[in-house]
C-alpha cells in the first residue's frame, strides 16, 4: 500500500523558515518522481514543485521561485520542502504527492494526509 | 485565479446526473491529458479519472470523465449523499512547466 506522510509543519514568524518531510512506503521511491501541492485555508489545490526521480529535472511554481527549495533522498526514501522567507501567503496545508509519467499519461495518483503551516507574527 | 477554469458550485438530486465542466487552452488540456481528483471534507485529494477518462482501481463506473479539445468534464451518474464533496480538474501545463488546477467545484447533494 502506497503511503506518503509528511512532516514539519507549524507556526513561523514571516520571514522565517520552515523545512517539511515527507516518508515514503509500499512503492519503489527512487523510480517516481514526486510533487508538493499546497491548499490555503478554504481555498484549492495549488501546485508549487515538482522534482523527478533522478533529480535531474526540477520544477517551481513562480509563487514560491527562488524562496523554496525541493529536494529528495532516494536512499531514506524522503521528500523534502525547504521554505524560507515566508509569508502569510504561504500558509496552507502541504501535501506531498507521486508523480506517474507514462506514454500519454501523466497524472499525480496517491496523496500524503498533509501538513499544515501557519505563518503569522 | 487558477488556469483552469472550473464552475465553483454544483448540485444535484439522490439519482440524478450532474456534469462539472473544466476550461483550459492549448498550453494544458489541449495538448495533455486531464486527470479529476475527489477531496471529501477535511480529506486528502483522491485521483478520481486520469487521462480524460479512465478510472483507478476502485472507483465506481458512476464517475466518468471526457475531454474535448482544451475542454474537459466529468459526470457522476446515480447521485449519492457521499458524492458530496469538491472536484478538481488538473493537468499538466507545457508553458508553465508544472501542473495546473482549477479552482475546485462543490458539489452538493439536494
Known amino acids: 500500500e502506497v503511503q506518503l506522510v509528511e512532516s514539519g509543519g507549524g507556526l513561523v514568524q514571516p520571514g522565517g523558515s520552515l523545512r517539511l518531510s515527507c516518508a515514503a512506503s509500499?512503492?519503489?521511491?527512487?523510480?517516481?518522481?514526486m510533487n508538493w501541492v499546497r491548499q490555503a485555508p478554504g481555498k484549492g489545490l495549488e501546485w508549487i514543485s515538482y522534482?523527478?526521480?533522478?533529480?535531474?529535472?526540477?520544477n517551481y511554481a513562480d509563487s514560491v521561485k527562488g524562496r523554496f527549495t525541493i529536494s529528495r533522498d532516494n536512499a531514506k526514501n524522503s521528500l523534502y520542502l525547504q521554505m524560507n522567507s515566508l509569508r502569510a501567503e504561504d500558509t496552507a496545508v502541504y501535501y506531498c504527492?507521486?508523480?506517474?509519467?507514462?506514454?500519454?499519461?501523466?497524472?499525480?495518483?496517491?496523496w500524503g494526509q498533509g501538513t499544515l503551516v501557519t505563518v503569522s507574527s | 485565479q487558477s488556469v483552469l477554469t472550473q464552475p465553483p458550485s454544483a448540485s444535484g438530486t439522490p439519482g440524478q446526473r450532474v456534469t462539472i465542466s473544466c476550461s483550459g487552452s492549448?498550453?494544458?488540456?489541449?495538448?495533455?491529458?486531464v486527470n479529476w481528483y475527489q477531496q471529501l471534507p477535511g480529506t486528502a485529494p483522491k485521483l478520481l479519472i486520469y487521462?480524460?477518462?479512465q478510472r483507478p482501481s476502485g472507483v465506481p463506473d458512476r464517475f466518468s470523465g471526457s475531454k474535448s479539445g482544451t475542454s474537459a468534464s466529468l459526470a457522476i451518474s446515480g447521485l449519492q449523499s457521499e458524492d458530496e464533496a469538491d472536484y478538481y480538474c488538473?493537468?499538466?501545463?507545457?508553458?508553465?512547466?508544472?501542473?495546473?488546477f482549477g479552482g475546485g467545484t462543490k458539489l452538493t447533494v439536494l
Open positions: 492549448s498550453s494544458n488540456i489541449g495538448t495533455n491529458t
Open positions: 522534482i523527478s526521480s533522478s533529480r535531474s529535472t526540477i
Open positions: 488538473a493537468g499538466w501545463d507545457d508553458s508553465l512547466n508544472g501542473w495546473v
Open positions: 487521462r480524460n477518462d
Open positions: 504527492a507521486r508523480d506517474v509519467r507514462e506514454t500519454s499519461s501523466w497524472r499525480v495518483d496517491y
Open positions: 509500499g512503492f519503489t521511491f527512487s523510480t517516481f518522481g
